[in-house]
């Protein structure tokens, strides 16, 4: 039987006041809170949805920003020019710590998403998380794409570091030694065990899927040499 979902939507507001409205608009997708009738101003909105399980509730995705969220982006992604899922899994095979991080495109057309391999790099002996450095890699090959067009609203789905998505995407903190998040970009936490949650949590399961195979691909070569 499937476990009860809550959503939950977190505001921080710029002055101390009470929510007693909110208000998502049908066509734009756009969450408002307000005070009797009037619209609050806020710093930060954050939405998330998990179920509750006995050692603490499990968060299924989550999605943080100082501007405006679309809610029809946190539950499709259609409010974004580029989706991409990326995962990155690390074994130590040999006397090396081997990172392979793989990329899933999405693309939405007519409400109808299409997903596939778009692209997968491998590193050995991080430094720091390999998980992190391997987003920062994907987002400056992608920043250099040809195709790429500057200002584009980019999804980057992740499962890692949820407790940190949130500062990433205020850019209070840097994602990488002194890198910050670019403009434009969001991260999306989603759980890749959950895969059939949401798009969200598909993509990253997939993602997770092509790393896993990669890096299993690279050990049995190791052993076989």
Request: charged share 25%; glycine share 4%; net charge positive.
């Amino acid at each position: 039987m499937k476990k009860e979902r809550q959503l939950k939507i977190e505001f921080n507001l710029e002055a101390k006041t009470i929510i007693n409205g909110i208000r998502v608009n049908k066509k734009t997708g756009i969450i408002e809170a307000f005070h009797d009738g009037e619209k609050i101003p806020f710093k930060k909105m954050t939405v998330s949805s998990q179920h509750k399980r006995k050692k603490s509730p499990k968060t299924l995705f989550k999605i943080s920003s100082n501007n405006i969220i679309d809610f029809n982006a946190v539950i499709n992604l259609l409010s974004f020019d580029y989706i991409f899922a990326v995962d990155t899994n690390t074994q130590t095979i040999g006397n090396e710590h081997i990172s392979v991080t793989s990329v899933i495109q999405c693309i939405i057309n007519e409400n109808i998403a299409e997903y596939r391999p778009f692209a997968s790099c491998t590193f050995k002996n991080a430094k720091k998380n390999a998980e992190i450095f391997g987003w920062k890699a994907w987002i400056d090959l992608l920043l250099k794409y040809p195709e790429f067009k500057k200002g584009s609203k980019v999804a980057l789905i992740v499962d890692s570091n949820y407790d940190k998505i949130e500062s990433y995407n205020t850019q209070q903190i840097p994602l990488f030694d002194d890198f910050f998040l670019p403009n434009n970009f969001i991260l999306i936490y989603a759980s890749a065990d959950k895969k059939n949650e949401s798009l969200a949590n598909k993509l990253i399961a997939r993602a997770d899927r092509e790393s896993t195979r990669t890096i299993k691909n690279i050990q049995k070569n190791h052993k076989a040499g």
